[in-house]
Structures are given as C-alpha cells and as structure tokens.
C-alpha cells in the first residue's frame, strides 16, 4: 500500500507540473501574439503616414468585378 501511495503522489505531482506547464506556454504564447500584433498595427500606422494613398483607376475596379470571356 505504501508504494502504491507513492506512485500515486508522483503522478498526482506529474499532472499537476504539466498543467502547470501548459498554463505557462498559454501565456507565453499569447503574449508573444500581443507583441506581434502591437508591431503589426505601429507598422501599418508608419505605412499610413508614409504613402498618399490614392484609389485605384476605375477601370481596375470594373476589370475585377467582370467575369472572364471565353
């Protein structure tokens, strides 16, 4: 009974270290997706501020909407 007590306190402790483990990547990772995104939206703010942005030719626009002729 002793050893099986032992063998159960071990697992109980190996569950507990890889919920914990998985926990921490969960955190981890979405840290690091805030971190990325925040950099996406400083960059495209510096791409706003650093092109005129005109819209496309009609004829661009009109030449995606139509399908194509055989």
Same mark, same amino acid.
């Given at each position: 009974?002793?050893?099986? =007590?032992? +063998?159960?306190?071990?697992? &109980?402790? &190996? @569950?507990?270290?890889?919920?914990?483990? @998985? #926990?921490?990547?969960? #955190?981890?990772? /979405?840290?690091?997706? %805030?971190?990325? @995104? =925040? %950099?996406?939206?400083?960059?495209? #703010?510096?791409? /706003?501020?650093?092109?005129?942005? %005109?819209?496309?030719? +009609?004829? #661009?626009?009109? /030449?995606?909407t139509?399908?194509?002729?055989?």
């Amino acid at each position: 009974m002793l050893a099986l =007590k032992f +063998l159960l306190t071990i697992l &109980g402790f &190996g @569950l507990f270290a890889s919920a914990a483990i @998985l #926990v921490a990547c969960d #955190v981890f990772a /979405a840290a690091r997706l %805030r971190w990325l @995104l =925040k %950099r996406h939206e400083i960059a495209e #703010v510096a791409l /706003a501020a650093s092109h005129d942005y %005109r819209p496309a030719p +009609l004829w #661009v626009a009109r /030449a995606a909407t139509l399908e194509e002729r055989p």
